[in-house]
């Protein structure tokens, strides 16, 4: 058995698995949302109250692990993203965390979370060893869009616009405003207009909450079902209908129609299904494949 915890900007993930010949098979995840990188595009540090949130998760997640295996428990990796990236302050957040849990927080750059996401997306997939691939992960204060070939990467490339982190930028109002949702559509057109699109056919693949949370409410789950997200589509018509709903209601609105989906996530949706309706027009695909792997998932194959 291996574990791992994927602290990002909105949440942090935990998944417990064996991995067998480049297979995962998942036993157990858990998830919460303490929104990490709040306020960290503007102030470039990170908040204690948010550094406190985080750190009561990650003895709850360490809890939770001795008591399947006190081994298990000394050796989770624990991963960090682009909001401690970013921080100023990230060094005494990630001293604080050794300080409380005894781990050591592997901080990874823009491009290996570009390649550890695109493993992890791939890892709990079926028949994408001979297919082009774009894997998208849109976090909370950074984007990856990776292109390759089966399993093997040929490009990946981190961009810094995420749900919390536009969020944070355009939307004043709540729910935005039109021209809020224009401003933040252009500045994401303009960031993608950097992007190298790959040439030969591929399929867009996208992970994280984002994605995962419009696919689960067009299936209309009644819970988290990761079998059943994985390998579904989302298309771009449900999308727009989306955005449309979303931009129309406040988030704590949003939040009490659709939990748990968007429990924590109902303020951020918007921003987020900006970025992948913006996404797939710039690539020029109709769909997105839903993976419920990511960086987890990813940083375990290496091991």
């Not at 942090?12 to 995840?29: D, M, S, Y």
């Not at 993608?192 to 699109?197: D, F, N």
């Not at 399929?203 to 390998?231: C, F």
């Amino acid at each position: 058995m291996k574990a791992s915890i994927d602290i990002g900007t909105n949440s942090v993930l935990l998944l417990v698995c064996e991995v067998t010949h480049g297979v995962i098979r998942v036993l157990h995840e858990k998830q919460a949302v303490p929104r990490l990188g709040k306020g960290v595009d503007k102030e470039r540090n990170l908040h204690s109250d948010s550094c406190e949130r985080v750190l009561h998760i990650l003895r709850d997640y360490q809890n939770f692990l001795k008591i399947i295996d006190t081994d298990l428990s000394r050796k989770a990796i624990v991963t960090a993203t682009s909001a401690v990236r970013d921080a100023n302050n990230r060094d005494t957040f990630m001293n604080l965390v050794h300080k409380a849990t005894g781990w050591n927080i592997r901080l990874l750059s823009g491009q290996e979370e570009a390649q550890t996401t695109y493993n992890g997306a791939l890892s709990v997939l079926n028949n994408r060893r001979e297919t082009g691939n774009m894997i998208i992960d849109i976090g909370g204060g950074s984007t990856e869009i990776s292109f390759g070939e089966g399993f093997r990467l040929l490009q990946g490339k981190s961009i810094d616009m995420g749900s919390v982190r536009f969020t944070e930028r355009f939307f004043r109002n709540d729910p935005p405003t039109d021209p809020e949702i224009k401003r933040a559509r252009a500045e994401i057109k303009k960031y993608l207009a950097g992007v190298e699109k790959p040439h030969d056919n591929f399929d867009v693949i996208g992970v994280a909450g984002t994605v995962t949370s419009l696919a689960a409410i067009h299936q209309k789950m009644g819970d988290y079902e990761a079998n059943l997200l994985n390998g579904s589509d989302l298309g771009k018509d449900q999308l727009k209908k989306s955005i449309i709903e979303f931009s129309k209601l406040s988030y704590r609105e949003l939040e009490e129609k659709y939990p748990p989906f968007l429990t924590g996530r109902g303020e951020v949706i918007l921003a987020g299904a900006l970025i992948l309706d913006e996404i797939l027009e710039w690539c020029g695909k109709k769909r997105v494949i839903v993976s419920t792997g990511g960086i987890r998932h990813g940083i375990l194959l290496g091991e």
